[in-house]
């Protein structure tokens, strides 16, 4: 489905007007935030205007405190040239389980993105590698309340110096910082009349699309190209979900801003054939391309990638989960994030210029009733995967056919040429 980037255009809008926009976006639409709830905001440092422009919104939408984290590279960097090596088995535990603690009492979630994409490409990957595990052990408890939508969050972008001198690497730093927050702000329906009305008529859309493929109950997904010949079989009671969903606390959140995509949870037992990338996953600071993977009985047997591959293997065995998916994901080849020609280094946004398949942990909100009442037993016998990680790459584009696998082997087109048929 081809949809517009935003409504009429408003004319000649201030970078001041559109961040304010965007912030109003993010709290209204990302988290329809209600009165009386607490937010909590993590942030690169860079992106403090932005920051501050999404707590003066949710205190005028109600929330009852705005308590905001910022990361900072420069003390990230310190710690990978001056910490003793047994320190990246480390995380701040107590952080995470206090976040944990927070979204189990009520308060909502919401991250601007915008960090440094090669960040750590320099440093050791050994202890890259261990940080990253320690973090997402610590972080497990938050991350199964955000997975299962316990509560309302969202994602957000604001534009960074070493961000944009990524994905602009030819232009001067005061430019490339303009050019990228333009494509946020377009990306993220902000230019239009109503910002607001233009995301719901997105995400009616988007829900088109996901009664379309609920009304079908498909088994599998078959995706086929250049390169690619992958069975995707369907967790059984799954759900198609894209654009706006009800948390388990009854609010509408948009958890991705921007997002075009319709998503569901694969078995994790019934995966089979090879597939491969067709943009590169920046990953922790590491550009990982032309990633190829084989699966057999939903499990990666099979692995290499053209740059990167060390940190694919070792991302591979991070747990149990790491080689078996979490989620696959359907986005037409015209999206208006294709369409901007980009590669974002960014996941949020390069993973809705494509559809895409994730390793790792899967989505409990996939599921008949929102996954509502179930427990991890039953997930994981309905086929949810369970793991550390959730790792989203793109394997749809403009030459990937995707088929719908009826229950009695019947094949459906869904995609051609990577557009929706119809």
């Known amino acids: 489905?081809?949809?517009?980037?935003?409504?009429?255009?408003?004319?000649?809008?201030?970078?001041?007007?559109?961040?304010?926009?965007?912030?109003?976006?993010?709290?209204?639409?990302?988290?329809?935030?209600?009165?009386?709830?607490?937010?909590?905001?993590?942030?690169?440092?860079?992106?403090?205007?932005?920051?501050?422009?999404?707590?003066?919104?949710?205190?005028?939408?109600?929330?009852?405190?705005?308590?905001?984290?910022?990361?900072?590279?420069?003390?990230?960097?310190?710690?990978?040239?001056?910490?003793?090596?047994?320190?990246?088995?480390?995380?701040?535990?107590?952080?995470?389980?206090?976040?944990?603690?927070?979204?189990?009492?009520?308060a909502a979630r919401l991250a601007i993105s915008g960090d440094d994409p090669s960040l750590l490409a320099g440093q050791d990957p050994d202890k890259v590698s261990r940080a990253n595990r320690a973090r997402s052990k610590a972080y497990l408890p938050a991350l199964e309340l955000i997975a299962g939508f316990s509560t309302n969050w969202t994602i957000v972008s604001a534009a960074t110096t070493p961000w944009a001198r990524t994905v602009f690497p030819n232009l001067p730093e005061a430019e490339a910082v303009a050019r990228l927050w333009d494509a946020i702000f377009v990306a993220s329906r902000v230019d239009g009349i109503d910002p607001v009305a233009d995301w719901q008529a997105h995400n009616a859309a988007l829900r088109h699309r996901t009664e379309w493929l609920n009304g079908h109950r498909f088994a599998a997904l078959r995706f086929q190209g250049p390169g690619t010949d992958l069975t995707v079989g369907l967790a059984d009671d799954h759900e198609w979900c894209g654009g706006?969903?009800?948390?388990?606390?009854?609010?509408?959140?948009?958890?991705?801003?921007?997002?075009?995509?319709?998503?569901?949870?694969?078995?994790?037992?019934?995966?089979?054939?090879?597939?491969?990338?067709?943009?590169?996953?920046?990953?922790?600071?590491?550009?990982?391309?032309?990633?190829?993977?084989?699966?057999?009985?939903?499990r990666i047997v099979e692995a290499s990638a053209r740059t990167g591959n060390d940190v694919l293997a070792r991302v591979l065995e991070t747990d149990q989960g790491a080689a078996r998916l979490g989620e696959v994901a359907l986005v037409p080849a015209s999206s208006a994030i294709s369409a901007s020609g980009l590669l974002f280094y960014n996941t949020l946004y390069d993973e809705n210029a494509a559809s895409h398949i994730a390793l790792g942990q899967a989505y409990s909100k996939c599921?008949?009733?929102?996954?509502?009442?179930?427990?991890?037993?039953?997930?994981?016998?309905?086929?949810?995967?369970?793991s550390l990680i959730h790792i989203d790459w793109m394997i749809g584009s403009a030459e990937i056919d995707v088929d719908g696998i009826a229950s009695d082997g019947q094949a459906i087109p869904v995609m051609r040429k990577g557009e929706w048929i119809s």
């Open 1 to 106: 489905m081809t949809t517009a980037v935003c409504g009429t255009e408003t004319p000649a809008l201030s970078f001041s007007e559109r961040l304010d926009r965007l912030a109003e976006v993010a709290v209204k639409v990302g988290l329809g935030l209600k009165p009386g709830q607490e937010l909590i905001l993590t942030a690169p440092l860079e992106s403090v205007a932005l920051a501050r422009a999404i707590t003066e919104q949710a205190y005028k939408a109600g929330a009852s405190l705005v308590t905001t984290l910022y990361n900072d590279d420069a003390a990230t960097l310190a710690r990978f040239g001056h910490a003793r090596n047994d320190a990246f088995d480390t995380a701040a535990g107590w952080l995470f389980n206090g976040m944990a603690d927070a979204y189990r009492n009520g």
């Open 244 to 298: 706006a969903t009800t948390a388990k606390n009854g609010i509408v959140c948009n958890a991705n801003i921007p997002t075009e995509e319709v998503f569901t949870t694969p078995h994790k037992a019934r995966v089979e054939g090879y597939v491969t990338s067709t943009k590169p996953l920046s990953y922790q600071g590491t550009l990982i391309d032309s990633i190829r993977v084989t699966f057999r009985e939903g």
């Open 367 to 386: 599921f008949k009733n929102g996954g509502e009442g179930l427990s991890e037993e039953d997930l994981a016998s309905r086929g949810a995967n369970r």
